[in-house]
């Protein structure tokens, strides 16, 4: 008989962990899947500066373990490991991982969305030693530098501008010869006098010293050829793709894959499944606001169990 539980939460990061530790203080006792990278992507960020409470900014790892700790202490019980399929048409709801099967009367989805990176070896090296995917999170780090960032649509437009705040200047990489951003922001872009573009280029290497991100290998997407420029900092914004994979065909989501939640709840379109965190927000993405939205789960799942007499 597999393992049943009142609530499973899949997924961990602040979401996840928040909504546990509301949940467990709630005598639910969570039963939580932390996936392939427990703590999600805060694990591999550096130094985190704008999360409330934490004057001095902490470290990404360390703010997880923080409220992982705080959930467990409450009665969160954790399992390694990632969720590979679930069953939600009919209650209980049915998981699995690694072939064991779990099934509970709710369940909070935090599955998180995972930053689209170039997959170069050199990128990855340098990743929180200047090579970045969030503007907002690590943008305040490079201040009085040169700084570059891939993309091509708005979201990049908005990297590019946030980012001007603190560099000298910000080259604009795009392997195209026009942006693909709305035209407002192509304007705001173009009338930035810290902004330059670097047209038709790609991203071939990026260089350091091992310690640090020194400059970029850039290569030509019309003639081939390769060129070295100096910057501290790289910005990746090409996108976010929503962990949901699992979930298609069974939750209703947009046309890139975000689930859809009821708002101003966290309700999905299955009734006794939740959203929270960036599996559901393609807007804000932050640790503050997946926190927030975990917290929200967590009370619109008790709520919704305790409709149903399951206390």
Known sequence: MPQHEKLAIIGS????YTAALYAARANLSPLLFEGMQPGGQLTITTEVENYPGFVEGVMGPELMERMKGQAERFGTRFIPGEVTRVDLSGRPFRLWSEDVETTADAVIVATGASAKWLGLPSE????????????????????????AVVGGGDTAVEEATFLTKYATKVFFIHRRGELRASKVMRERARKNPKIEFVWNAVVGEVLGDGKAM?????????DGRTWEMKAQGLFLAIGHE???????????????????VQAPTTR???????????????????????????????IDAERWLGDQGIH
Request: proline share 3%.
């Open 13 to 16: 990061g602040p979401a996840g």
């Open 124 to 147: 990855k090296a340098y990743q929180g030693k200047g090579v970045s995917a969030c503007a907002t999170c690590d943008g305040f780090f490079f201040r009085g530098v040169e700084v």
């Open 214 to 222: 020194t400059g970029l290998r850039l290569k030509s997407t019309q």
């Open 242 to 260: 929503p962990n949901t994979g699992i979930f298609k065909g069974q939750l209703d989501m947009n046309e890139v894959g975000y689930l859809n």
């Open 268 to 298: 999905t379109s299955r009734e006794g499944v939740f959203a929270s965190g960036d599996v559901a927000d393609p807007t804000y993405r932050q640790a503050v606001t997946a926190a927030g939205s975990g917290c929200a789960a967590a």
